[in-house]
């Protein structure tokens, strides 16, 4: 009898917690759904931190990261002293697709920090992030990790 009733409690608290879960993951869901909010402008245009369809570089992440070593180089000073670490870079992706005002928004060493500037600088035009259809400004954020080789 004991055991029946703790197997009644337990399932009812199960039943909680998937209810619960669902809560939560609608109201995420719904969250980025419907009007996007813009977070800020650039040059007089709304920029969205979320969009119906979001930028997508081509060839997807894989080529995104690929373009993004081919143009990185490692400072010297920081290879001397042994600096290591992940820069987050922060740029909006205009309605053209460009990569417009890189900035860091995760500091390792100001050295790495403009090298992961100059190397995002250099990247081509991505698939412009969609709301309705139409192509609108969207941040977009990358992690630039610096490792260096051990001997």
Known sequence: MTIMKNMKTTAKFSLGKVMLM????????FSFSGNAKAQDTFNGEEVFVVAEEMPVFPGETKALYQAISSNLRYPQSAKENGIEGKVMIRFIVDKDGAVKN???????DPSLDKAALDAVKLLPKFKPGKIGGKPVNVYYTVPIAFKLATS
């Open 102 to 108: 890189p900035t860091v928004i995760k500091s390792v």
């Open 22 to 29: 669902l809560t939560i993951t609608a109201g995420f869901l």
